[in-house]
């Protein structure tokens, strides 16, 4: 992969741009996207977790509640 992207510098030599394949591109996207689905998924779990916590410690009488008509009272 790395052989076949090109390098565009500045005069001074700084590199400014990077031009790459289209196949190789749509494969970088492509996998972002993955990426991107698979934390989403992972956030959405973590959240599931934390509310599944909170519904045990209210349970336990460790955790109070609030009145929803407060909640949405502050919005």
């Given amino acids: 992969m790395a052989g076949s992207i090109l390098y565009v510098s500045d005069e001074k030599g700084k590199k400014t741009s990077v031009l ?3 196949t ?3 494969a970088i996207i ?19 977790k934390k509310v599944l916590t909170d519904v045990n410690l ?7 509640t609030r009145p929803v008509k407060d909640l949405l009272d502050e919005l």
Avoid: D, N
């Fill in 20 to 22: 790459v394949p289209l």
């Fill in 30 to 48: 492509k996998e972002r996207k993955y990426l991107k689905e698979k934390l989403e998924k992972a956030e959405l779990s973590l959240r599931f």
């Fill in 58 to 64: 209210f349970k336990q009488g460790k955790l109070k």
């Fill in 24 to 26: 190789e591109w749509e």
